[in-house]
């Protein structure tokens, strides 16, 4: 199904190691952080989902663009890919009821920020990065997506990608979802292990994947199809 032309590998390769080292940099959040320790009684919501902010980083931060040295198109790839890696993207969550109040601060300045973006540089071999010395406060309700008229913000202009750019980024994000599982993996469990490799290792037929996806929309007890959104029907054209 994906007939990547194999010359590509090397492309792939680096695109899928800078997602992969990125794709949650969006986590280095105020909401994010305060729903890891909040008060036992809290229910309150994050206002936006971690890969959202990691877009708005690496896709409207100069500095990080600059540094990371992709060209147009393998920026896009990369981005979008991040932006996609959790199955909640578009995310359908109500928010304007229950949503954590304080403002949210991307902490830009924190050591772990700055270290990972230096590991980074070191593993790619990449300039030094650049050194963020304040947080960033936003206004989050301006980059939150929560329906498909939102998502053309962040939708790159994939109408004029070819087939073989548009496999990539499916190539990316299975990576990275992939990527999540074996980073959770803290205790090495070869259970894991096998499953991302066989994952990683799998080509569905075509029958197969249809199978697959009908099968996923559909409810086990009412039967009922829920029918494809807008973002997945444009990933598949």
């Given at each position: 199904i994906m007939e990547i032309d194999p010359a590509e590998i090397q492309r792939i390769t680096k695109l899928a190691l800078t997602a992969a080292w990125l794709h949650d940099i969006g986590k280095a959040n105020s909401h994010y952080l305060y729903k890891?320790?909040?008060?036992?009684?809290?229910?309150?919501?994050?206002?936006?989902?971690?890969?959202?902010?990691?877009?708005?980083?690496?896709?409207?931060?100069?500095?990080?663009?600059?540094?990371?040295?992709?060209?147009?198109?393998?920026?896009?790839?990369?981005?979008?890919a991040i932006l996609a890696h959790h199955r909640k993207f578009p995310d359908p969550t109500i928010r304007d009821i229950g949503v954590i109040s304080t403002p949210l601060t991307i902490h830009r300045s924190c050591t772990d920020f700055n270290d990972i973006l230096t590991?980074?540089?070191?593993?790619?071999?990449?300039?030094?990065?650049?050194?963020?010395?304040?947080?960033?406060?936003?206004?989050?309700?301006?980059?939150?997506?929560?329906?498909?008229?939102?998502?053309?913000?962040?939708?790159?202009?994939?109408?004029?990608?070819?087939?073989?750019?548009?496999?990539?980024?499916?190539?990316?994000?299975?990576?990275?979802?992939?990527?999540?599982?074996?980073?959770?993996?803290?205790?090495?469990?070869?259970?894991?292990?096998?499953?991302?490799?066989?994952?990683?290792?799998?080509?569905?037929?075509?029958?197969?994947l249809q199978q697959m996806i009908d099968e996923k929309l559909t409810n086990p007890i009412t039967k009922h199809k829920t029918p494809l959104r807008q973002f997945q029907l444009d990933v598949g054209n």
């Amino acid at each position: 199904i994906m007939e990547i032309d194999p010359a590509e590998i090397q492309r792939i390769t680096k695109l899928a190691l800078t997602a992969a080292w990125l794709h949650d940099i969006g986590k280095a959040n105020s909401h994010y952080l305060y729903k890891l320790q909040p008060p036992s009684d809290d229910l309150t919501k994050q206002g936006i989902r971690h890969e959202v902010i990691s877009y708005y980083l690496l896709s409207k931060n100069k500095e990080l663009k600059d540094w990371l040295n992709l060209s147009k198109r393998d920026h896009q790839i990369v981005c979008w890919a991040i932006l996609a890696h959790h199955r909640k993207f578009p995310d359908p969550t109500i928010r304007d009821i229950g949503v954590i109040s304080t403002p949210l601060t991307i902490h830009r300045s924190c050591t772990d920020f700055n270290d990972i973006l230096t590991t980074i540089s070191q593993e790619l071999s990449l300039n030094a990065p650049p050194v963020f010395t304040t947080d960033e406060e936003i206004d989050y309700k301006k980059i939150l997506i929560t329906n498909n008229a939102d998502i053309s913000l962040y939708k790159p202009d994939y109408q004029k990608w070819s087939n073989q750019e548009k496999r990539i980024l499916i190539a990316l994000k299975i990576a990275l979802m992939n990527a999540d599982i074996m980073g959770s993996n803290e205790n090495g469990s070869q259970v894991v292990i096998d499953y991302a490799e066989k994952a990683l290792n799998c080509c569905l037929t075509v029958e197969k994947l249809q199978q697959m996806i009908d099968e996923k929309l559909t409810n086990p007890i009412t039967k009922h199809k829920t029918p494809l959104r807008q973002f997945q029907l444009d990933v598949g054209n």
